[in-house]
């Protein structure tokens, strides 16, 4: 078996919660579009990456997925954030830290989800 992507479903209350994350803070842009219609939905994409975004009140109560995006520039991704987007931050880990597995973490939190931004090495 070979596979080329994992593309994961994101439920929210609120579908602009999720733009605000990835697209005005992350810089993922939209790939499809169909958020103004009745049953709200996107993808979003940066590169290789792709998300589901749907917004779906019972699902999104359900489901408080987190998830985590590898970098080769951690400092860089961290300016960004911080500088743009400083609400977003995780109170537990919102500076860049070194974690006892050998990653550098900083990690995001919206209403809806959290995000782990990790670089290994250096």
């Not at 590898?70 to 860089?76: F, L, R, S």
């Not at 954030?81 to 973490?105: C, D, F, M, Q, Y």
């Amino acid at each position: 078996m070979n596979f080329i992507r994992l593309v994961p479903n994101i439920f929210y209350i609120d579908i602009q919660e999720a733009l605000k994350t990835f697209v005005d803070c992350l810089e993922f842009r939209i790939e499809y579009d169909e958020i103004k219609s009745y049953r709200p939905f996107c993808v979003v994409s940066k590169g290789n990456l792709h998300i589901n975004i749907f917004q779906d009140e019972a699902l999104a109560k359900e489901h408080n997925p987190e998830l985590r995006l590898v970098t080769d520039n951690i400092e860089e991704v961290y300016a960004k954030v911080s500088a743009s987007h400083p609400h977003l931050l995780h109170p537990n880990l919102s500076k860049i830290t070194l974690r006892p597995w050998g990653a550098r973490e900083f990690a995001l939190m919206d209403k809806q989800l959290g995000i782990v931004v990790q670089q290994w090495g250096k």
